[in-house]
């Protein structure tokens, strides 16, 4: 009996060990997102990475994935752009708006930040993420504004 006992003891341990073992390796996953929808990376980077059940998106400019040019009428049209440039890495993994837990917003001038957040508050109206807004001295390709964030499942 007290073999049994041993036996089931030794089986279990070790089945445990297979499941944890499994559920590391599923964690520690790594996919690299990418979509037509939403602007080329135009540097050495992926649109968006993710690991386990957590979406790490790169910054967005408001280039019109379309034609490729910047879109720059006016500061709440291009912060428009950069929203629904996010929006598509965030569909192409299966998220949207509701799913970000934090957000970064870059800015060349910081007297834009309530028009910025004006645009911001329409597509982040019932889940707030956490967030941080920065001026910069530049940014990419002559954007005026730029916004990253981790998402969720």
């Known amino acids: 009996m007290q073999k049994l006992i041993f036996a089931a003891g030794i089986i279990g341990a070790l089945a445990l060990t ?15 997102i990418t979509t037509e929808a ?16 957590t979406l790490y998106c ?7 994935p379309a034609t490729g040019k910047l879109v720059t009428d006016d500061i709440e049209s291009e912060t428009r752009q950069v929203l629904k440039n996010l929006g598509a890495v965030l ?6 708006y509701d799913n970000v837990v934090r957000a970064t917003v870059y800015m060349t001038d910081i007297e834009n930040y309530k028009r910025i957040n004006t645009v911001y508050a329409e597509f982040f109206s019932d889940s707030k993420p956490a967030r941080a807004a920065v001026q910069v001295a530049n940014l990419p390709a002559g954007a005026n504004v730029e916004i990253s964030c981790i998402a969720v499942k």
């Open 58 to 64: 790169s910054g967005q400019i408001a280039l019109d």
């Open 91 to 96: 569909r192409a993994s299966d998220m949207d």
């Open 18 to 32: 297979a499941c944890n073992t499994s559920n590391q390796d599923q964690a520690l996953s790594k996919e690299i």
């Open 38 to 53: 939403a602007p080329k990376a135009i540097g050495p980077y992926s649109q968006a990475v993710k690991a386990g059940n």
